[in-house]
């Protein structure tokens, strides 16, 4: 059952030249979605929502922001006091990118939890991943534009890392910042390419959406879609429903905006850039903390920072550590638990990565990067042959069918 | 599911208390808190101690520290009057030019120029304070963690005399508060510093507790309009919510129904 495209005149002329309106109703309207979706699967069209979001603030900033060492911190706080709503689109644009951030996190933890990774969607698990990586870049970029004290210090810090590969290193840092520190032409390049990469990411969630409808969303059972009863059109199902969660979504980001601007950033960015006083802690925003962890709790340079890119690159090989036939950890009692497990041990990263690199938080961090890999490494390839996993449900419709009826009979297990 | 949420958090919860417990010690005194009558989901700036704060930083801090971000016109917002903000501006001389020949010259300020600084330039500036720098004080309260608190602390937190076995460099000054205890800035409040024209008694606590609120509305000038803003666009987005609710719960009902029918 195909939802037919409207019989106007204009419409149907340009349909009949570029198909778009019965694309977009074969995407945005009749795409089966299983029928057993629950919240956490509509933290997607919120990612999409920040997307969109930090672009367009992010351009209305562009307007007034001007990108030079001199004028870039008086440009902000111009924003701040002089453009009319100007406060509320830079609040929004800074607190809309740790929002972007939490969304996008659950977004890849309910992918771990559910087997999504698994085929057939590794390619679509793949493209997932470059987003978190193009993000993450933006964010980093676009922190410099500020050009605050902790702006300057964290771009010295983070372009320093690439002085630790071998041979190249000391020219690369160079060509980097386009010249002998960080300075103006780094900020102008940051500029440039905090523009550019939100436009690549939106390609890239394209190609993300595009292998996602090629093989269907995975489900809370983590079976396949068999027969059409196991479905529901996206529109009106998931589209009510992301409706409802985006707006708690935009809810939670307005607290922030309007009553906490500033308590997810570090305050010595207020302070204008100084070359020649490091502040007295240097901490990343609260989203790079766990991977800055798992960066220093490598005692050797060059090591912390493959650990780092590690960290993120081993997502790429998952689908292959996972040997487990089962997707989703409903059917896996083993898992279940090591998930939660893991979920904790990337928090205590996170929390160690904001406190100094001393005593008891080198241990812990330690640990806990340790622990990150096995759970990669060693975990995910031996649970996978040795868990036993619960009987799957025949279908997705018959495990809904199941349910009601057990809600009608009382529940007697 | 829950039970794992819950055992989850509760976890975490408690290595942080034991850490933090472990790490507590040794740090610098906190600057006590203090309830500021621009804190709060409905607080407001408390304009006269707007007006009591800027004559404090006019009559002492301007001296040694610029405000760069405001201008004249701004102190509009705090309840001067036009006439009043051009009679201020006029005390003080700004540089302008070039002239027809090409000459640069100092005329009185207007209200659209910028607050002057008291030094020409930072060295200027490090020069005449044994070589310490004093900061500009437009976002001092978002600069620093405490914020408001720690300059409320800091002003009042001087020593006469550092304690027992305290190491004082010359030209330093000994501070409860300061990173470090030494600071090259000297106590620059004292009873009776400045005489308020709205007559209230000028005590260490009040004069600090004045300028620290102006410096707090310089730094977040846009606060009550961000607040009243935020108030409407949440209960929009509370009541648009709970409507998205009820239509999805509606719309789905009808995928239930079709359930039963089968
Ligand atoms: C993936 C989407 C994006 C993310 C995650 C992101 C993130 C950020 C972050 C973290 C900051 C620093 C905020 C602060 O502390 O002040 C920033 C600043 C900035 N961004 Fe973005 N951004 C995104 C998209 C864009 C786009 C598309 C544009 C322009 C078209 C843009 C323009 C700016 C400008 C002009 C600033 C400097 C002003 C300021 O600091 O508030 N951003 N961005």
Redesign the pocket.
Known sequence: MSTPVPQNKVVQWIEYRLPVFSWAIAHGVDYPAPRNLNYWWTFGSMAMIM?VA??VT??L??MH?TAHVDHAFDS?EHIMRDVEWGWLL?YA??NG?SM?FVVVYVHIFRALYYGSYKAPREILWWFGIMLLLL?MA??FL??V??WGQMSFWGATVITNLFSAIPWIGGDLVVWLWGGFSVDNPTLNRFFSL??LL?FV?CGMVFLHLWALHHRKSNNPLGIDIKSPKDTMPFSPYCTTKDLFTGTVMLFVLFVFVFYLPNTL?EAV?YEKANPLQTPAHIVPEWYFLPFYAILRSVPDKLGGVIAMAAAILILFVLPWLDTSKVRSARFRPIYKQLFWVFLADCVVLGWIGAMPAEGVYIVIGRICTIYYFAHFILIMPLLGRFEKTLPLPESIHQSILDKSLKSKTGNIS | MLKYVISFFASITLVFFITNKLYAAGDAPKPPNIDWHQEGIFGTYDKAALIRGFQVFQEVCASCHSLNFIAFRNLLEIGFSPEEVKLIAAEYEVEDGPDDEGEMFMRSARPSDYWPAPFANDKAARAANGGAMPPDLSLITKSKVAGSDYLYALLTGYRDEPPEGFELSDGMYYNDYYPGHQIAMPQPIYEESVEYIDGTEATIEQLSKDVTQFLAWTAEPKLEERKRTGLKVLIFLAIFAALAFVIYKRTWKRLKIKDTEE
């Open positions: 997307l930090q672009i992010g351009v900033l562009s922001y902000v830079r644009h800074a990118a972007f993000m933006t964010a676009g922190y534009l500020p905090h523009y939100p990411m950033g960015n």
